[in-house]
Structures are given as structure tokens and as C-alpha cells.
């Protein structure tokens, strides 16, 4: 009798456990589905770009967007729009698509500096380049109806997340005749930092009353660029005046950034330009 039971116990157990291996899974997968069913879970990621540019240094900040300016074509001035054609035209056979420099239409980001800000931003550099001695003091405030301001992006095609925004802000010169004596022409600006890295001034001064190697120390410093040299290889062809002097910056990758100071006489025009 007691073997019967221990046999009947056997079987039933070996039922039992034939049952849980063929209906077990599906009854614990529709169970997992009906729990996550509806339910919604928040998982952490990565964004690739989020915070990326602000890694750059000043350094390959500068590099990036000489090497974007070199890879399009817009006018520096009144005068290097007349006089800068065949320099134009030699410039084509140095672009190789890896640099854009293209107008950014999304508008800036909660951080950056936005069209409300700009003019502001650009007198408050334009009165602490003065302090410095960069700028001459004669150099009038910007207003918001004598100028525009474009917002661009700066970006390496091969490298997408090396990228900056910047403002330009330039004089209307569409109306005949228009002042431009102590006037700012154009200028780059940073839309993060409100540095300035490129600009053209009208001024009294002559070339002659200028410190170019004072300019360039203080302008680094106030950029917060590192290893400066004179940059002796320099092709006078290239320039569309007798009056400029060139230096150069580590960039990124082992290459350099030229940042040129020059004088156009007659017009008593006042540059530091970091594109060619």
C-alpha cells in the first residue's frame, strides 16, 4: 500500500513538472508582458554633442574657424572686396570640403549670446579691447540700426562635434556715402564667450602709431590663445598692403593658425583677421 502511494506521488510530481516546463515559459512571458505593458521607463543616455564644444580650447577654437573662413568667401571690407580678387581665386585651389562656415538658422542656444544681446556684448568687448590698447579709442559704440548680426556655425564635416557658433556683426554699407570714419566694418564674435577673433576698425591713427606686436600680445591674452610666434614665411602677394605683420598658434592636429595685423593706408583701415 505504501509503495502504491510512493509510485501514485511519483507519477503525479513527474506530471507536475511536465506541465511547468511546457506551460511555465508562456505563462511567465505573458506575465512579464502585462507588467511592462503600458509602463513607461526612463533610461539615461548619452548625448554625443551635448557639451562637446565647450571641451575645445581657445587654441582649436581659432583653428576651426580659420580653416571654416578659409573654405567660403565673404567680403572683409570695402577694399578687400575690390583689390582681393586674384587672392580670391588662388584661395579655391586650397578647399577641400572638410570646413563649413554656414548660417545658423536654428538661432542660438539658452547659453549662447542671442540677437537681443548681441550689439550689447560687442560694445562691452569693443570697450575692453580699447582698455587694452587693441582697439583705438576713437572707435565709436555699435548700434542695433546701423548694423546686422548673423549668426554662423564654424564646423569640422569630418568631425561634426568640433564646432563653434559665432556672431558677425557688420556696418550697413548699402547707403551711399555712409560715415565710416572710427567705425567698426565687421567683426567676428564668439557666441559663447563674446570674445572677439576677427574684426576691421576705420581709425585716425597711422600705421606708423601703431604697435603691432603689443596689439597681437594683448589681443592673445585676451583670447586666451597660447604659444604665439612670428610667423616669418609670409608671402607679400598674398596681402593687398605693405602694412602687416603675421603670427601663428598651434591649432589642432599639429597644424597652425595665421593671424595676421595689417593697416590699409589711404582709408586708415585697421585689421586682424585670422582667415587668409
Excluded at 564654424?154 to 556683426?169: G, M, T
Aim: charged letters at 25%.
Amino acid at each position: 500500500m505504501g509503495r502504491s502511494k510512493r509510485n501514485i506521488g511519483l507519477v503525479l510530481f513527474t506530471v507536475l513538472v511536465f506541465a511547468v516546463s511546457v506551460w511555465g515559459p508562456e505563462k511567465m512571458s505573458k506575465y512579464n508582458d502585462k507588467k511592462s505593458l503600458n509602463h513607461i521607463e526612463a533610461e539615461p543616455i548619452e548625448e554625443e554633442n551635448e557639451g562637446y564644444r565647450y571641451t575645445m580650447n581657445n587654441n582649436e577654437k581659432l583653428y576651426i574657424l580659420a580653416k571654416c573662413l578659409n573654405s567660403q568667401k565673404l567680403p572683409e571690407s570695402e577694399l578687400s572686396t575690390m583689390t582681393k580678387v586674384e587672392a580670391m581665386e588662388n584661395s579655391y585651389d586650397e578647399l577641400t570640403g572638410s570646413y563649413a562656415f554656414v548660417v545658423n538658422r536654428q538661432g542660438p542656444s539658452e547659453k549662447e549670446i542671442n540677437k537681443q544681446q548681441i550689439y550689447d556684448v560687442c560694445n562691452q568687448q569693443l570697450e575692453a579691447l580699447k582698455e587694452l590698447g587693441v582697439i583705438p579709442e576713437s572707435v565709436k559704440k555699435v548700434k542695433a540700426n546701423a548694423y546686422n548680426a548673423v549668426l554662423y556655425s564654424a564646423i569640422d564635416i569630418l568631425e561634426p562635434r568640433n564646432n563653434l557658433s559665432v556672431w558677425k556683426v557688420s556696418l550697413f554699407t548699402s547707403q551711399q556715402n555712409a560715415d565710416k570714419s572710427n567705425r567698426l566694418l565687421d567683426a567676428y564674435i564668439d557666441a559663447d564667450t563674446g570674445k572677439i577673433y576677427e574684426f576691421y576698425v576705420r581709425t585716425d591713427l597711422t600705421w606708423e602709431e601703431i604697435d603691432v606686436d603689443d596689439i597681437m600680445d594683448k589681443w592673445s591674452s585676451y583670447v586666451g590663445l597660447e604659444n604665439m610666434e612670428v610667423y616669418e614665411d609670409t608671402n607679400p602677394l598674398m596681402e593687398n598692403t605693405p602694412y602687416f605683420k603675421k603670427y601663428r598658434f598651434p591649432g589642432t592636429a599639429e597644424q597652425n593658425t595665421v593671424v595676421t595685423v595689417g593697416f590699409y593706408e589711404g582709408i586708415n583701415e585697421l585689421f586682424l583677421k585670422i582667415s587668409k
